[in-house]
């Protein structure tokens, strides 16, 4: 019995973090909606600067929880450049952890609030999130024949105009690496045969549409390219096999000792233009991530497995970041709940929200 209520107890360390992140939610969407509703006759600049500064707050206080509280250690390969740049950041994807790490490397550089995302157009739906990754900069797309390119194209050209700082996070695989899901595997492995490409292990044959029409959009805007490969350490089994990353629930209860994330900072001169050409590129960058991974898990010396080649720093990340969001929006959320009138909006603001978000992102992308 003692056994079974450790286990229990371990379990549940997710509970609290879940329940901080999505308990503050409404308190932070009142305050953007305030700011939103104040700014409406302002510049399209000024309520950007604004918006994302409270991102920052908010994504400030979310790795606090996958950071501080968990203790896992950030390992990174290659060259971050410490100062902010207008980016596309380009990685393969394997599960819902993979958003977090786009925000650990964008905080270490100073622009969390600049991060944005592609998203699968389902996404939208989500309560209160939806909605505000809307309007945060987040541009929803459809896979394959029903990819929108104009409407894609129209919301980061608005970015651009509103001069809005561009942390732009896309996963060209369109969906997540699942060793559990052979199918999906051998589908995208037959894909590439086909198409006379290289047949990729660890990760699955690249989409080049979204990354193309961002990368063609945005030519002047950009300063660079970001081509990051993760592994999170622990994911073999005791065969040695490659098993299903970490959902955030499991990374909330400390199952990931260690992340390890390679960076390649790419200059926009060196990626062809014409989407035939820039298809191919896309190809060979994954190419390179997959024999990163090829060491990493199936290295046959096992020295030189669960990291990757070259030099890493353990990037630590300091409370000063993280523990003073944590406090604001925790605080505030209190307030609200310990009046009847705080905890009367509170739940409206969860209600109202999210039916005025689907409603809108159902009319507006």
């Not at 019995?1 to 992140?21: C, E, F, I, K, N």
Request: with cysteine.
């Amino acid at each position: 019995m003692l056994l079974s209520l450790v286990l229990h107890t371990y379990s549940m360390r997710y509970v609290l973090p879940a329940a901080v992140m999505m308990g503050t939610a409404p308190t932070y969407m009142l305050a953007w909606g305030a700011w939103r509703l104040l700014s409406a006759v302002l510049p399209a600049r000024f309520y950007r600067e604004v918006d994302d500064r409270l991102y920052t707050i908010y994504q400030s206080m979310v790795l606090f929880f996958f950071e501080n509280y968990t203790g896992v250690q950030v390992i990174i390969y290659g060259d971050l450049p410490k100062n902010k740049e207008n980016v596309i950041y380009l990685a393969n994807h394997q599960c819902t952890v993979d958003w977090i790490i786009a925000d650990m490397l964008a905080i270490r550089q100073n622009a969390l609030g600049h991060v944005r995302y592609v998203l699968k157009d389902g996404l939208k739906w989500l309560p209160l999130y939806g909605w505000y990754f809307s309007q945060h900069g987040g541009v929803y797309v459809k896979r394959s024949a029903k990819f929108n390119e104009k409407e894609m194209r129209e919301k980061l050209r608005a970015q651009m105009k509103a001069e809005t700082p561009m942390y732009l996070v896309i996963f060209p695989e369109g969906t997540r690496y699942n060793p559990e899901i052979p199918k999906v595997i051998a589908d995208s492995q037959s894909f590439a045969e086909k198409e006379g490409l290289a047949i990729l292990k660890h990760v699955l044959t690249p989409r080049v549409k979204a990354t193309h029409v961002a990368i063609d959009t945005m030519k002047d805007y950009l300063h660079a390219v970001y081509d990051v490969t993760v592994a999170y350490e622990g994911t073999v089994d005791h065969k040695g096999q490659r098993k299903l990353a970490p959902s955030m629930t499991e990374f909330l209860c400390k199952e990931c000792p260690r992340v390890h994330i390679f960076i390649d900072r790419i200059d926009l001169k060196d990626i062809p233009e014409e989407q035939m050409y820039m298809r191919r590129w896309l190809h060979e960058r994954f190419e390179i991530k997959d024999k990163l991974l090829i060491e990493f898990y199936d290295a046959k010396d096992s020295k030189r497995r669960n990291k990757f080649p070259g030099k890493s720093v353990h990037s630590k990340l300091s409370l000063k970041k993280t523990l003073p969001s944590l406090l604001f929006l925790g605080g505030l959320t209190a307030s609200m709940l310990l009046t009847e009138s705080g905890r009367k909006l509170y739940v409206k603001t969860w209600i109202y929200g999210t039916l005025i978000g689907c409603l809108w992102v159902s009319i507006k992308p």
